[in-house]
Every structure is written in C-alpha cells, then in structure tokens.
T-cell receptor, first 109, second 113 residues
C-alpha cells in the first residue's frame, strides 16, 4: 500500500461546480497534513494546511479524519484558474514529508 | 525576496557525466530538502539537511551526494549520471516544526541520454 494515496483523476468539471478530492495515508503516526497545488511544469505551492478540526480558506475547505486516516479537499464555485494538480502531503515527523501523486483538476468554461 | 532559487533550469547529460544542481534560499530557513519527481508520481525525498554541516538520507539517496556548508546553500551532486536519474528535481526549505510548510524552488529538468 502506498503511504499517501490519491485518486489521480482527471476531474473535469464546469465553472461554478463543487469538487471534492480524497486522500488516504497509511502511517497512523503522521503528524501534520497539507494540500499543495502544482501547475503544469511548475513547482508545488502550499494551498493550505489541514487542521484536526477542519479549516476553510475562501472557497477551499480541508477536513482531516485521523481515525480513518483520511484527508479531503473541497473546492466550491470552481474557477478556470483552479485547474491544476492537487497534492496531498503528510508529515511523518522530523520534517519527513510524503507526497501523494496528485489529483488532476480541469475546470472548463 | 527571491525565496528558493535553483540553477540550472534545464540540463542534458550523457551517461557517466557528473554535475551539481545548485540551490540557495534567502529566507533563513534551517531545513532544506532535495526531491525528485518522475512523471505521474509523487515527490520522493533524496536528501535533507536540518542545518549547516548536517545532512541525512531520504527515501531515494542512491547515486546522489549533498553538502551544506552554509545555511543558504544546499547543492546536490550526481557523480555518475544514469538514465534512471532523468527527472525533475526540486529543492525546498522550511523552518523547523511539523506544522511548517515547505517552500519550493521552480525545479531543474534533467535528462540523461
């Protein structure tokens, strides 16, 4: 089993749609969690950290379920500019970050 | 603020050649990292450093070496390039702490033919 698993997609959605991505991780000792965004042929950039109580940043909502070892990202009112690959990232501690392979999103007019 | 700067952006090597990928950061981050990203795969950690003079192996260190003589610089060396090392290489840095995100350079695309 991979340490961090994501549905690779692609997810093709119309503008204005709501889309959700899921991520599971295998190491129950994982300490912190992030969603990164990576545009084609670019570096990953931090989208948001994921907190135990769930957190929201504008149109983006992240949830964490430690019991099920599951993280989610919800994007509301999708914009064309949201088209990218979304990486689920898990910190095992001591700055040992494990990256999922990413979920690709295309938002169409 | 430049952030994390990587050079070169692109390079083609012949099998058996050596080269150094440069990485420098101006954010006074203690921690620095080297990753490789193969097509359709997640980033894999090659080496990391928690401060000047301290380096440690990540998931995929074979075929690579690093040094950390200053807080700012963390070069990655390939001694005998092999086709399996064709990849995109990202350098990153962060402050210490499990909740600290990593900041990435814009990558080096390396092809070994």
């Amino acid at each position: 089993r991979k340490e961090v698993e994501q549905d690779p997609g692609p997810f093709n959605v119309p503008e204005g749609a709501t889309v959700a991505f899921n991520c599971t991780y295998s190491n129950s000792a994982s300490q912190s969690f992030f969603w990164y965004r990576q545009d084609c042929r670019k570096e990953p950039k931090l989208l948001m950290s994921v907190y135990s109580s769930g957190n929201e940043d504008g149109r983006f909502t992240a949830q964490l379920n430690r019991a099920s070892q599951y993280i989610s990202l919800l994007i509301r009112d999708s914009k064309l500019s949201d088209s990218a690959t979304y990486l689920c990232v898990v910190n095992l501690g001591a700055n040992d970050m494990r990256f999922g392979a990413g979920t690709r999103l295309t938002v169409k007019p | 603020n430049a952030g994390v700067t990587q050079t070169p952006k692109f390079r083609i090597l012949k099998i058996g050649q050596s080269m150094t990928l440069q990485c420098t950061q101006d954010m006074n981050h203690n921690y620095m990292y080297w990753y490789r990203q193969d097509p359709g795969m997640g980033l894999k950690l090659i080496y990391y450093s928690v401060g000047a003079g301290i380096t440690d192996k990540g998931e995929v260190p074979n075929g690579y070496n690093v040094s950390r003589s200053t807080t700012e610089d963390f070069p990655l060396r390939l001694e005998l390039a092999a086709p399996s090392q064709t990849s995109v290489y990202f350098c990153a840095s962060s402050f210490p702490g499990t909740n600290q995100p990593q900041h990435f350079g814009d990558g080096t695309r390396l092809s070994i033919l």
